[in-house]
């Protein structure tokens, strides 16, 4: 059964240690932490850059560099040896291609931060999504190679999802990365017609371009650029974390068994700390927190907002966690039904009419259920019609058939934002608007 599998591997990251062993816990680092998701598409840079950034930030010595340099020229891929960083999945890298979000943390002088290392194939869109749900910067990999970057930027390709995706997942910076530059002689001409023809699309996922968007170009495979312009452009980002002081808000996004039920996920809002009791969303079971960890199994005595952490449990078993639900102080209540404000961007050909009765899946932080419009209540702003199609702006009540954690985007935004997909592919992005009673009250 496919519950059992981690939702996300971990990849440089181990198990926490078991709760019996005694453990000196570290006071809160005061830098800031940072989630950073790497998109774009398949084959513009992502795993490269993040290998090299991994390796200019002294997280991977020399030798594993050889070693891995080694290993892709035995498979005559000399050049991914920095993909292979952070695919350390065998399978990815007989195929050489990254198919699960990585993780590894690296760190700046003023600055933590997590790399979740988000795919560019087509297949694993739901993946990039339990990585952008969690991120704070987007790294939006383009390549400058001619014709890939048009390729990359067509309809179909994946620059334009990945970008629209991760506005509406709550990414709130998005770092250019218009990359192998090296393939064009760093000319100026290409990086601006690159950087001309994003600026209207990215204005239109919803970016303020001067105040949420930076352009660099740079070379992922030889690190030029790649100290001086992207990290010292992350260190400089404006960003500050959520206030602690609001109550806890912690989308599970995987757990597994390990002497305990041990949890992973990015702590939205409010504070985590040893010793604490929790509220398990929607199930409301109480458990107390044994543990808690960031980075790499660091433990500490309390985790902030952004801090992604691996927490022990008391719970008895796993099935009593899952991918998408929430621990929480003072919970809001479950549901089963909503409102919510949803974009029609791209119904599939075959099914080009939305109306109630129409079934999808339904993402929203790292949730995802089956789903079904109830009702539509406005199109466009004013129109009360009960079929809405491509490009149209809708109010619908959504339906699920199981209770869920979610919560009203103007409440929190990170609770409260979801994205539709039919058979594979995005088709609506948006928010939610309000709860509503449910009216099966069986728990
Ligand atoms: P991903 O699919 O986006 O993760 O892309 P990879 O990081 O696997 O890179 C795809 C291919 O592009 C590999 O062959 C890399 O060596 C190559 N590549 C990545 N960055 C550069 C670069 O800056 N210059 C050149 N010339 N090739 C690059």
Redesign the pocket.
Known sequence: DDDEKPDVVVATSSAPPPPSQQQHEEEEDPREHLNLV?I????????????NVLYLTGRVDKRTIEKFEREAKERN?D??F??FI??TNEEERAK???VEVGRATFSTATRRYTIL?A???KDYVPRMIAGAAQADVGIL?V?A?RGEFETGFERGGQTREHAMLAKTLGVRYLIVAV?????VGWSTERFDECVTKLKPFLKKCGYTIKKEVRFLA?????G?NVETGLLACLDSLPISAASPESPLRLPVLARYYDRGVVATGKVETGRVSKGDTVVVMPTNLRAKIDAVFVDDARPVRSAKPGDNVTLRLSLTTIQDLRKGYVLCAQPPKPVTSFTAQIALVDLLEHRPVFTAGYNCILHAHTLDTECTVARLLRVNKSERRCFAKRGDLVIARLAVPQSICIEPFDDVHQLGRLTLRDEGKSIAIGKVLSLDENDDDDD
């Not at 774009?40 to 290998?51: N, Q, Y």
């Open positions: 790497f774009g598409h398949v084959d513009a840079g992502k795993s490269t850059l993040a290998g891929r050049s991914w920095l993909a952070m695919d050489g291609k990254t290392d795919p560019g194939h990999v390549s190679r990359n192998k530059m090296d393939t740079l070379s992922a495979l030889n030029k």
